[in-house]
């Protein structure tokens, strides 16, 4: 009844497995790319509404701009179209004609269009006609939308042709001020990232090598999977005056001077739902966060015997009607009652592969009983997972006990995340020999397994030849940084910075 | 400071101006696309939230499908290739290479893709593959989505290449089941066409040649905007079998035979927010209905000596904190304090144009003696538009209030929808007589101007050619025919079906 791989066996595997058994996405006939499905889809809308009320809170209204950019917008800036121009799809005809019964594409337009990778190109030119003076400024904009970049090596949710996302995009009559902007969604996406996804990360700035094509700093957060890997879970642009000059964003200063102006973007995508699937899901497949669960509660009807289907239902329903004034994380709790005509033991199974954090099974003698059996999937497999309990019971502590649910996960992973940043490793010989190691499943809190490393980081150009070359990757420069001197882990030269190193998704 | 022009100079340059000056979107560089900028992407999160909820309540749930259809699932369906082929964008290239300094497509794909025009293509792809047995069905989704289809002339939220859309796809074990679900869906769009956007329409049965590629039968929701032209504002296709065919959908049902699914689809798209706009908005500009304004109520400070800054704030803070418990159509009261540094007259004069329901003014003496200025957009220009109130008389009616607005702004339009539909006409001279003349702005509750006729169709084929030659579209079949016998109007032959004529968007 568990996944057909563990963790142990083959973790690419697994991960697959959860996803399919979880059914929430699937490969789609369209090459690379993937059909979110209800379960994948319903966490999604999850963040979306989480992550769309803090965009608003700090002062960001949506807008939507068209997802064809004119090819001559990617000229502008060099370093942008440099970054995307290998995994663009491009738009070069408006019709389809049906030639001896076969159909092809006809009528070529006057200029290709790309489907937006992303889109500081075509908002920078809406800014540039919107900007005038510094009164008009800040303008801070989100949108939520669908972006192509023609991946070779497509994974579910991690990396597919189209996938969705949200990318901000806000320009500044300042320096200072487009910074700030810059640091603060990183903070709303670490956030987003702990409290909604109990998915730990580390804030940090990215080396040069690994910038956004165009910017000026690119800020980024790292999450730890169980493997060990890092997934970079969101990033956050600060783009100077780079985009503001390619597309001549000016406005008149408070001395009546003409200055390019100072712009921003930042995003996270459906990837994140990746992130949570290898920060929580187990052998017995995936586990949601109740936060962000479709559904945080399901009940499923043991029927034996035709008779008792009535008071069965009745009893649900009456516990499911008390349930409905009920809140946890400031919403209303989110319940559904699994009548489909099945045997209820593949139904439990159902909900415990896509990982609903309370599965509650009601039969003719809990009714008798006014109780329910409660399946907490956190701890399925364990003495606690399963406890009988009364209605009362159940109904006064359940907002609190999603919510520690929600913190048991978080701390979890933070405690993975923690113990496997090693800091002891000081030479090049001990990274390397490090490193040498494949990831593997890091079994839970227990050390070892090669994971992150924390270390020297000379700050070289000679260092990304090196990183390429071990597959590994400066996943960012930590904002906490110590200031002391050491010995790069790449080069063994002087070095100050410190530097997060790992594999990564 | 009210629009340009009028409604009664030129009711499109009207419309242009209304949706520029209440700052709701632009034309884009992007050809024939559009920018939707905060006020008009606000309204359509609005309708995308009471509709959303709505398609849940019937069972229905969110899936995410590729965007790009691999051009061989058009040459399945024969009506709906030749339905789509003349709008559609094709992607052949998946990167740019730059020669000579300048950039260009490269990198040919296999197949070239299409960019989804709808999806019953590709989701049927999905369905066939999902759907083994009568227990899989029904399957019920609906996505959110962007879609593109190559309008030759585009105009803002009516026709541009790219627009936002829901699109809802089912599949049924039977006949019957699949055409209950597609007038199912019509109800729901209707009530929310007439709920939340106070738009009354009338429901029917498209005829024959106006039919969605490739379905049976099409029913739509038609209103009828303020210069007498009908709006399409929502379509729902019950497709029969036509769709398993091509994708071989089958299931094996009770009697353990393999037979053809039914499908069915149904859309809404931001078209519905030009409908809201030639519904409702006047020669000032933009009145949005208050269930989906993104603001209900905006309070504006006015300033006269900058000692008052503090206690106006104060009291206008104090003001919004007491309606922070105050509901309207079932949601929490959407409060906006305009704090800019700028005239309050410019900004009392911006709300209006951008159709605020509710736009309140205080100043130091409004502090004072306890109360505001209440300007109700509705009855801008009205005695009764402008009213001061006291404070606790404000917050104690504002749910009430804003419901009544909404009421209001229903009723007028009904009304308009009522007295505009000329029964009278019976022969097909009278009726060239009738369409001889153009559209005009109907000034409100007159009747005379040219608008929709309710009257007999004959249903010959020949028909379709006279309706061209007229530029009269026959907007539907209405649900409720009267059975009578008749003449058609546009033939003179004998006829039973009623059927609604107008011009249209």
Redesign the interface.
Known sequence: MVMKTTRKQNYPAWYQDVVSEADMAEN????G??????WG??I??RVQHILDEQIKETGH???????????????KEADH?EGF??????????????EDG??K?SSPLDE????RPTSET?IA??FAKWVKSY?DLPIL?NQW??VVR?EMRPRLFLRT??F?WQEGHTVHSNSLEAEEETKRMLEVYKNVSENALAMPVLQGRKPEHEKFPGAIDTYCIEAMMQDGKALQAGTSHFLGQNFAKSADIKFVNTNNELEYAYTTSWGVSTRLIGGVIMSHADDNGMIVPPHIAPYQIIFIPLIKKADDREKIMEYIAKLQNELKGKTAFGEKIRVKVDGR?KPSVDKVWEWIRKGAPMVCEIGARDVDSDGLMVKERIFFGMPEGKKLMKCNEFTAQISERLEFLQKEMFEKAKKRLENNIRTDITTPEQFAAYFANSNEWIEDDKKGKVAFVRGKWCGNPETEEILKSMKITIRCLPFDQSGTAGKCLLTGKDATIDAIYARSY
């Open positions: 789609s006939v369209s090459p790319c993937m059909v979110i499905k209800a889809y319903g999604w809308e209204e949506n807008y939507y701009f068209p997802m064809f950019i004119p090819l001559s917008f990617f000229q179209v121009a290998k995994e663009m799809a491009v738009v070069t005809h408006s019709r389809l004609i049906n076969k159909l594409p290709p269009l790309i489907v075509i030119d809406s009164r904009l939308a669908n023609w042709r189209e969705l005509d």
